[in-house]
């Protein structure tokens, strides 16, 4: 079993009450291989919500309480990013997951690259909270873009 973002089942949980809808995705969650997740609702955000981004470093110092989730209105939505992370992990846990497909460039799920937090659609090297969390407790984590679908 692998986590993916639920968004990318078709799953209405992306900040503007959209998803990501990705067939391949959607088939492999339909024939019971992946465990969906929106580690931002999982911490208790509404969908939708106004668009955050990680301010001041990556998902890892945002766990370290070097780094904060900021909402474009200015609101510090850390904590509900770091309790998603960590109920995820749980999910993860409980269904002996060892690797996860994750929606790129997410402050939550980013693996990789995430937005820099000017919110003006720059990205800077680094992993979303969730993703940071998930990697210190031995999940390998992909980027859906660079997840081979072959």
Do not use: H
Not at 73 to 98: H, I, K, M
Not at 126 to 146: C, H, P, R
């Amino acid at each position: 079993m692998k986590l993916i973002s639920a968004c990318l089942c078709g799953i209405n949980c992306k900040y503007n009450g959209g998803n990501n809808f990705d067939p391949y995705f959607f088939d492999l969650w339909k024939n019971k291989q992946l465990i969906p997740v929106c580690p931002e609702e999982l911490g208790g955000l509404s969908t939708p919500r106004c668009p955050a981004e990680i301010i001041g470093g990556s998902g890892e110092d945002v766990l370290r309480n070097q780094a904060r989730v900021i909402d474009a209105t200015g609101n510090d939505l850390s904590p509900y990013f770091v309790q998603g992370a960590y109920r995820a992990l749980e999910l993860a846990r409980l269904g002996g997951v060892r690797s996860a497909i994750l929606k790129s460039r997410s402050p939550s799920c980013g693996a990789g690259s995430i937005y820099d937090g000017s919110f003006n659609s720059r990205l800077r090297s680094g992993d979303g909270v969730s993703t940071a969390l998930l990697k210190q407790n031995g999940i390998k984590v992909i980027s859906d873009e660079d997840f081979d679908k072959v």
